[in-house]
């Protein structure tokens, strides 16, 4: 269980970088700020996604 949980935290910790990047590259090219602003609320969401999947794994590795 804890290796599933591991695995989804690297995946969504990826798709953070992805969001940012896109995110950085649409401020650098002068696009839309509400572009950026949706997708830097997605980077918000997927840390703290990740953050929970860290901290689920992290409790259930502890207990055994």
Do not use: D
């Not at 995946?11 to 992805?18: E, Q, R």
């Not at 649409?26 to 860290?54: C, D, E, Y």
């Amino acid at each position: 269980m804890t290796t599933v949980l591991n695995i989804l935290a690297i995946l969504v910790m990826i798709a953070v970088v992805v969001v940012l990047i896109r995110g950085l590259a649409n401020m650098l090219r002068g696009g839309s700020g509400n572009t950026s602003n949706k997708l830097m609320q997605m980077r918000v969401l997927l840390q703290f996604i990740a953050l929970v999947l860290i901290m689920v794994a992290a409790y259930l590795a502890g207990r055994s």
